[in-house]
């Protein structure tokens, strides 16, 4: 089967979980998929961070002369042209790994979408008027147009189908898939780097936006005095985020580590002893999954998809907002040893897998109806010259 991705919405660097996700999945196409060919449609301005795809024998970049940045400009080109090329390449089916699907025209070319989730809806106020109305038409058009569509966790197929009920017959769940690392550092390095000892502070991976929480967890730390936190991930919030931390008087106990490469963030992980993870909203949400790869205990909250993609497995508060069940929960995770869980169905040679089954079921399904067509066409021929 040949098979067109849609990359052209990837902005590098900027898109976050969502492009670390189809990074990995490309990744895993390249290494065990050795049945399909892949056309890879790119932007030219990001062309050159998928170069590498251009080196797997089955792979071939497509570079389109739009740039990813020019959202709007890229969006109506999508539309357009999408599509169309897609035939004129000869694509059996267009993976399209995000919500906005593009304008198809019945040239035959089956699609398979995926959402992440329903932020705009549980937190409107992120979103601009505007950009509401358009993520409410684009989640309407892909739910209709597309052959089958993805989401990351039930959770977000509940949410799916509230808002879209005749959606549920063409959905399937298929996780992230969770590459896990060895550092290959030494606990040194980040004691050079950050002034921290291995085993005696607790890592936190979070922005500043209200549904992370992680206000939360700051006053968490101004009771708990012996406690010393290192956040990755504020980026350019973290001006905010130190008034915050003078206004709590506990600045000389709270790391800031600004993004990370994938090493240093993954030596956090090993040389932590506790990580928490207090946001109350996610699609999928992979840094516990990370953190209890490596063995280390999770204190979370339980909201939206987080125990179901965790599997029971880490501490859960009740309440995301109580201070003092926070700190009862990190007390009751400071006793316990810690536990390797490796969370098979995680890997990216099972979530690759599902994907593959995925898109042969689609290219069996457009078979079978083609056949249908051709024989009703027929019978129908024979019907008139009879």
């Known amino acids: 089967m040949r098979i067109g991705i849609d990359l052209l919405w990837v902005r590098t660097g900027i898109c976050g979980g969502t492009e670390s996700y189809i990074r990995s999945l490309l990744d895993g196409f390249a290494r065990y998929d050795r049945k399909n060919e892949y056309l890879l449609f790119v932007a030219e301005d990001q062309a050159d961070s998928f170069g590498k795809y251009a080196q797997v024998q089955r792979m071939h970049l497509k570079v389109w002369r739009v740039k990813s940045v020019n959202r709007w400009i890229r969006l109506f080109w999508e539309n357009l042209y999408l599509d169309r090329a897609a035939v004129r390449n000869q694509v059996d089916l267009l993976f399209v790994p995000v919500y906005s699907k593009p304008a198809s025209y019945g040239n035959g070319v089956s699609y398979v979408s995926v959402i992440h989730d329903f932020q705009a809806l549980h937190y409107p106020a992120y979103f601009s008027a505007g950009k509401r109305w358009f993520f409410r038409v684009s989640w309407k058009r892909t739910v209709q147009t597309s052959d089958r569509m993805v989401v990351i966790s039930d959770a977000v197929k509940r949410d799916l189908i509230r808002q879209f009920p005749d959606a549920e017959k063409k959905t399937v769940t298929i996780y992230n898939p969770v590459v896990t690392n060895d550092s290959g550092l030494s ?47 504020v980026g ?30 993954d030596c956090l992980y090993e040389n932590c002893r506790l990580f928490l993870f207090p946001s109350v909203f996610e699609g999928f949400g992979m840094p516990p999954i990370e953190a209890m790869r490596r063995g280390k205990r999770v204190v979370m909250t339980r909201c939206a998809c987080l125990k179901e993609v965790t599997q029971g497995q880490a501490v859960y508060v009740k309440d995301p907002y109580s201070v003092s069940e926070w700190k009862e929960k990190i007390q009751y995770a400071m006793t316990l040893p810690e536990k390797r869980i490796s969370f098979p169905e995680y890997e990216l040679y099972e ?36």
């Open 236 to 265: 350019d919030q973290e001006k905010a985020l130190r008034q915050k931390l003078e206004r709590y008087q506990i600045t000389e106990r709270v790391i800031l580590t600004g993004f990370v490469s994938d090493q240093i963030r």
């Open 351 to 386: 979530i690759t897998g599902e994907y593959q089954k995925l898109f042969q079921e689609v290219q069996n399904s457009q078979i079978k109806e083609s056949n249908t067509k051709r024989k009703r066409s027929r019978r129908k021929r024979k019907e008139t010259k009879d």
């Open 187 to 233: 606990a040194d390095t980040i004691e050079r780097k950050y002034g921290i000892t291995s085993m005696q502070y607790v890592y936190c991976v979070s922005s500043m936006l209200p549904h992370k929480n992680l206000d939360t967890i700051l006053r968490v730390v101004r009771d708990m005095r012996q406690m010393r936190l290192v956040i990755s991930g």
